[in-house]
């Protein structure tokens, strides 16, 4: 623990076995941020009360010289950052186990694929969302998906134009980022292969627009033949940052930086707050399908999105049998997280 000057005070320091520190006190200052926007809405009160305790008492045990979440109170509300972290890690880390497993068991390819609609006004923006969710029930159950396709990821993001100069300015983009699992040799035949003005039409049709939505896709292409997920994740981080960083799995959908801009609570930023509040209750943002499903389901996976955010990486019983309990509070003085038992 990192000792703080002049003082008998410890800081929590949580560092991973990679080396790399987790960044509690930078996601509850967010969301202590995004609890004061909420305060700022009509009836978002209760949310923020929430939400201002998330994550305010942690308690870990440590094992093998790191600290693992055993005990806090995160408030599960869509919008904060704090929980949000826990969700794509969570979702990160099932993600993971999925595709080892699928990859252990057949030979299969990846394919990423964007669907987008055209940017809408924040009170379009909930019909929207639900136009789209039932649109990809429509597209998953097309012959030629089926056949195509052995399973999938797939979640919904939101994001807001921040450009003042645009003539989009202020409206927003939701869309669906999706990892499709595809028999091998999906590249090379003809009838199972979808090419991206398929995947265009399929789209149009079940979102039944008259516009030509735009719709991206993507091979990941691991370099080895490896069902090692640290390659293949790296590989995936490739592919996205070769597509201009348009898309990315594997992480809760809903980005901080997307909601609130900077530091200081402003109109605009309430008035995001409000519609996607709005937009995002009780909307399930990511699922799955197919071979993934039934893996998720073999595996006992729970839920990523509401369900237990304090284990999102490893088995609870795993943790409880971790030595010593260490206890962090959050100081509203320091402005950082205060471990309790000073001896550790
Ligand atoms: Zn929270």
């Known amino acids: 623990m990192k000792q703080y000057p002049n003082d008998n005070i410890n800081i929590l320091k949580d560092t991973r076995a990679d080396g790399k520190e987790r960044d509690w006190r930078g996601k509850k200052k967010r969301s202590l941020l995004m609890a004061k926007h909420h305060a700022a ?25 790191t600290l693992k979440l055993y005990q806090a109170y995160f408030c599960k ?33 990846w394919v990423f694929l964007t669907l987008t609609v055209r940017n809408v006004e924040g009170d379009e923006l909930k019909p929207t ?9 429509r597209f998953a159950g097309y012959a030629k998906f089926k056949k195509s396709v052995k399973g999938y990821f797939r979640a919904m993001e ?15 983009h939701p869309h669906f980022h999706v990892l499709l699992c595809v028999p091998n040799g999906y590249f090379k035949k003809k009838d199972l292969y979808v090419k991206q003005d398929e995947w265009t039409s399929m789209w149009q049709k079940a979102m039944q627009i008259d516009y030509k939505p735009i719709v991206h896709v993507a091979k990941v292409k691991p370099k080895k033949e490896s069902a090692d997920f640290v390659e293949v994740e790296q590989e995936m981080r490739k592919t996205i940052l070769e597509q201009n960083a348009i898309f990315e799995v594997s992480k809760y959908p809903v980005k901080d930086t997307d909601v609130i801009r900077g530091d200081e609570v402003t109109p ?22 197919g071979l993934l499903k039934e893996i998720h389901k073999e595996l006992q ?11 999102v990486d490893e088995d609870a019983d795993e943790v409880a049998n971790g030595a010593v309990d260490v206890m962090a509070y959050w100081h509203v003085g320091l402005n950082n997280y205060v471990i309790m038992n ?3």
């Open 41 to 65: 809405v009509e009836k978002l009160e209760k949310k923020a009360e929430r939400m201002y305790d998330c994550g305010n008492y942690l308690v870990f045990k440590m094992k093998d010289g």
């Open 77 to 109: 509300a869509r919008l904060c950052p704090m929980c949000n972290w826990r969700r794509s890690l969570k979702i990160a880390f099932q993600n993971k186990k999925i595709i080892q497993a699928v990859n252990e068991r057949e030979k299969v390819q």
């Open 129 to 137: 969302m639900d136009q789209m969710t039932k649109a990809w029930n």
């Open 158 to 172: 939101v994001t807001r134009n921040w450009d003042k100069e645009s003539e989009w300015y202020g409206t927003y």
């Open 268 to 289: 605009e930023n309430i008035q995001t707050v409000k519609d996607l509040d709005k937009a995002l209750a009780y909307k399930r943002l990511i699922s799955y399908g």
């Open 301 to 311: 996976l729970d839920d990523s999105e509401d369900g237990d955010l304090i284990h």
């Open 342 to 344: 000073k001896d550790v």
